[in-house]
């Protein structure tokens, strides 16, 4: 008698309470992943100088120094953007596939006791089959 409550209690715990934190673990793995490549923060800083570098200009009024000065700091940006534009791209795939993986193993869980259960039945069958 105190067998079957076993089994009832670890059925209710693998099918009810394990799938929602497995589901809250893999959000909370997207979270992490999309805060630890910092996200929002290139996508807020897209058109930015790559690391902040930029040409300065002197005080006295030249030309060809405005001209350089537009052109390395248009340079500068547009690597800038290009490498965040990178590593947006990069965080958003690996934050994908975590999230299938999460998905997936989810999956798994669900059905891991029918497969134990199919294999502890269909074992000696396939063993005998080598």
């Not at 999309?34 to 929002?40: G, K, W």
């Not at 923060?41 to 001209?67: C, G, N, V, Y």
């Not at 340079?75 to 590593?87: D, E, N, Q, V, Y």
Request: hydrophobic content about 60%; proline content about 4%; cysteine-free.
């Amino acid at each position: 008698m105190k067998s079957l409550s076993i089994l009832t209690i670890y059925f209710w715990w693998h099918y009810f309470k394990a799938p929602p934190r497995i589901f809250f673990l893999t959000v909370h793995f997207v979270r992490t992943t999309l805060h630890f490549f910092s996200v929002l923060t290139m996508i807020k800083t897209l058109l930015s100088p790559w690391r902040q570098l930029s040409a300065e200009r002197s005080k006295k009024i030249d030309f060809t120094d405005i001209m350089s000065s537009i052109v390395v700091n248009t340079i500068m940006r547009i690597f800038g953007a290009l490498i965040k534009l990178t590593m947006i791209v990069l965080a958003l795939i690996i934050t994908a596939l975590m999230f299938v993986g999460g998905l997936l193993f989810l999956v798994y869980w669900l059905l891991m006791p029918m497969i134990v259960m199919f294999l502890f039945i269909a074992g000696p069958g396939l063993i005998i089959l080598f």
